[in-house]
């Protein structure tokens, strides 16, 4: 530890030394404070059932994690498959909102994943740090359900839709599937794409050492590569990096964004049981296929 006193300058006496260490924290010359945000699961909407990330659940959060007072940075720990653009890019532009606002850095430490959506969210980021085994990147967009037409053909249903305006029913799982309707799916899809590109490259900037087809490919790396790739700054973990930067005393409080367990069980509680467990059962299973692209 560097001693920052100038040389020749009065060391306290012992004994204000030993009172001072009797005062409560907040008294004392206070360490260097951190928050510590989580943002944790599949990005869109959520439930009382059903944890994931959203502009509505984290706001609050994070402006409480920008306003601590003392706070010297602010740390992101991401553990996110991706999922809703819109949602990624409103967190996203929001930590950058606020670090400018507060003039605060911000570290994004990655653990299981931080993909797609995730990894538009670590891009906030002035520094990405992850585990060895982390999983970053999946620059794409993905859009994905199922036909029943056949199914429903089979078992004598006929589907009736009537609308008002040629592209209403677009993409009907219902429906055989309409190359019109295709074409338009993946026109929105490429503008997104490109806003996705746009937005790494601002933030990443001259770090990013790959061409635009590796980088921007829907391919995903474990954290060496990433590195390699500039799509990631270090290996670490929240801890032991945040002591390095601020020293041994930083002080990492760790700041919530999940609502209670009793908040959960009144939110449920007003909706009826039947539905509410149907829709519970169905996103179960496409978060879980969200996780499983990646291995998790």
Not at 84 to 98: D, G, K, V, W, Y
Request: charged share 25%; hydrophobic share 45%.
């Amino acid at each position: 530890m560097i001693n920052s006193a100038a040389p020749g300058a009065a060391r306290p006496h012992p004994f204000l030394a030993g009172l001072r260490r009797l005062l409560p924290a907040r008294w004392r010359e206070p360490a260097p404070l951190v928050p510590v945000l989580r943002l944790s699961g599949v990005i869109g909407p959520t439930a009382p059932l059903r944890s994931g990330l959203n502009m509505a659940r984290i706001a609050d959060a994070l402006d409480r994690a920008f306003s601590a007072k003392g706070a010297k940075a602010v740390a992101l720990v991401i553990n996110s498959p991706g999922g809703s653009p819109a949602q990624s890019h409103l967190i996203m532009r929001r930590i950058r909102a606020l670090a400018a606002e507060k003039k605060l850095p911000v570290y994004a430490f990655v653990e299981d994943v931080a993909a797609s959506g995730g990894y538009m969210i670590a891009c906030a980021a002035d520094e990405i740090i992850a585990d060895p085994t982390s999983i970053l990147g999946s620059i794409g967009v993905v859009s994905a359900s199922f036909g029943f037409d056949r199914l429903i053909e089979k078992i004598g249903v006929e589907r009736r839709v009537h609308t008002a305006g040629r592209s209403k029913a677009m993409l009907d799982p219902f429906r055989p599937e309409n190359p019109e309707d295709v074409a338009r799916l993946e026109a929105l899809q490429q503008e997104i794409h490109a806003l996705f590109i746009a937005l790494v490259k601002e933030r990443r900037g001259e770090r990013l050492n790959g061409t635009e087809e590796e980088l921007f490919s829907g391919a995903f790396w474990t954290a060496g590569k990433a590195i390699e790739l500039g799509l990631a700054d270090a290996i670490g973990d929240v801890r032991s990096s945040l002591r390095q930067r601020f020293g041994d005393k930083v002080r990492l409080k760790t700041v919530a964004s999940e609502r209670g367990f009793l908040m959960r069980r009144l939110a449920g509680a007003a909706e009826p049981v039947s539905p509410r467990l149907a829709e519970e059962a169905l996103a179960t299973l496409e978060t879980r296929a969200i996780w499983a692209r990646f291995g998790l």
